[in-house]
């Protein structure tokens, strides 16, 4: 039993360990991070867990799963840069261990390890689960429902994996939805192996459905049609109807070489040699992992770096599996991807992972408007959350062409030094740059 936990026990202490260290160096970025921290503080201080607010107005743009483990880390520790960004880190730390235990159960315990240690040196993979973004428990959760669904031999892990798969759709928009045929396959075959049809169908229908009720349903009736069309409108990031070109699939696979890294040349042979294995039950399961996690991706126009990530755990996977099943000695296999490992360290060190203390542009104007404690307007709205977190008090973003003169008084301003004008009555109490904090009295 020990030597069975050991692997996957340093994977995730190795892992957490990276993905920990100076965690609360440094601000809370615009816009994404700075936004979910700052709902999630709403919701520990509305206590409501179904309807998520963002200055006052409400936000469904995603779902609550990831919001929730920030507003838990939020009330035991306190809201602060660290705590914003642990459950995350905790959630990643944990990807990496499941797909251990995915390679292993594909191919052994070699490359179970080996597709380890590809996810915890993809760049971006890093990047993201250090922060308070959402991608971190989104891979988790879908990951898992691989690793469920993957050689099942018991009606509960099938049920299991559309139970995480639930939760996946839980935490980022409606995207997972694309993971349904492995979990339809996965289901057929087991009830034509075991014939165990009705319990598995039941339970595995309620472990789906039952958890999404709430969220959705208490949404759909207070937001109506419009929350469905936003949830689509996110899912496809608005570039259905934009076409896709050569141009925009050439930046997506840019996009994945940055992601991944060190291992997007090994991705792409991987994907050759697997021709050669596509018999074996774990390759066609693999590319099929890696087809449906990547498709909805290269057919939208406005994908996006940060959309790429569901992609690197089947490619990490299917590295993984097809190095070990060349003709090689293991142990020489084991020691190339060790050493990609450690190459890929000597930049990320440095990089964005051993950083000093530092507080951004944007975090100091917010914080310095949290000083005066009057009602904030913007018009600077390219890092509004952030604004938002760290000033802590109500905010109106206001158009350039906004006559303020009416505006009620006391308040201040976080505009532009060439848009002020000179006759009207402020006092600049903070500048950064050009940007400035001034208080109309």
Not at 113 to 118: D, F, I, Q, T
Request: glycine share 4%; net charge positive.
């Amino acid at each position: 039993m020990t030597k069975k936990w050991l692997v996957p026990v340093f994977l995730f202490l190795l892992s957490l360990y990276i993905f920990t260290w100076g965690l609360g160096n440094i601000s809370l970025m615009p816009w994404d991070e700075a936004w979910y921290a700052t709902i999630s503080r709403n919701i520990v201080r509305s206590s409501d867990w179904l309807h998520l607010t963002f200055a006052d107005q409400p936000y469904y743009d995603h779902p609550p799963l990831g919001f929730y483990s920030i507003a838990t880390s939020f009330a035991l520790l306190g809201v602060n840069e660290f705590s914003a960004r642990l459950p995350m880190a905790i959630f990643g730390s944990l990807a990496v261990v499941v797909v251990y235990l995915t390679g292993k159960k594909m191919g052994g315990t070699w490359t179970g390890l080996a597709a380890g240690l590809v996810l915890l040196s993809c760049r971006w993979f890093i990047f993201r689960s250090r922060t308070a973004n959402l991608e971190a428990l989104l891979l988790l959760t879908q990951i898992l429902a691989i690793y469920f669904w993957s050689k099942p031999t018991k009606w509960w892990q099938v049920s299991l994996g559309w139970f995480s798969l639930a939760l996946a759709l839980l935490t980022k928009s409606v995207i997972s939805v694309t993971l349904i045929p492995l979990g339809l396959w996965s289901t057929f075959n087991f009830i034509r192996s075991y014939r165990q049809t009705a319990k598995t169908i039941i339970v595995s229908g309620l472990l789906l459905i039952v958890p999404l009720l709430p969220w959705y349903g208490a949404n759909y009736l207070r937001h109506g049609q419009g929350f469905i069309n936003q949830s689509i409108k996110i899912a496809v990031r608005g570039g259905a109807q934009e076409t896709v070109t050569w141009a925009t699939t050439t930046k997506t696979l840019l996009y994945l070489r940055s992601a991944i890294h060190k291992w997007y040349l090994p991705l792409l042979a991987s994907i050759v040699v697997a021709i050669f294995f596509i018999r074996r039950q774990p390759t066609r399961w693999l590319v099929a992992y890696l087809f449906l996690a990547s498709f909805p991706y290269f057919l939208s126009a406005r994908t996006e770096i940060w959309h790429l990530l569901p992609i690197l755990p089947p490619a990490a996977l299917l590295i993984a599996y097809v190095s070990f099943s060349l003709p090689l000695p293991s142990k020489l296999v084991l020691a190339g991807f060790l050493g990609l490992f450690a190459i890929s360290y000597t930049s990320y060190w440095p990089e964005f992972i051993h950083l000093a203390p530092y507080t951004i542009f944007e975090a100091k104007i917010g914080l310095a408007a949290h000083q005066n404690n009057l009602p904030v307007v913007t018009q600077e709205t390219t890092y509004v959350p952030t604004l938002v977190f760290y000033a802590d008090l109500p905010l109106k973003v206001s158009p350039i062409e906004y006559d303020l003169t009416d505006y009620p008084r006391p308040f201040q301003l976080i505009t532009h030094t060439y848009l002020l004008s000179p006759q009207r009555n402020y006092r600049i109490t903070h500048q950064e740059g050009d940007t400035v904090v001034a208080v109309f009295d």
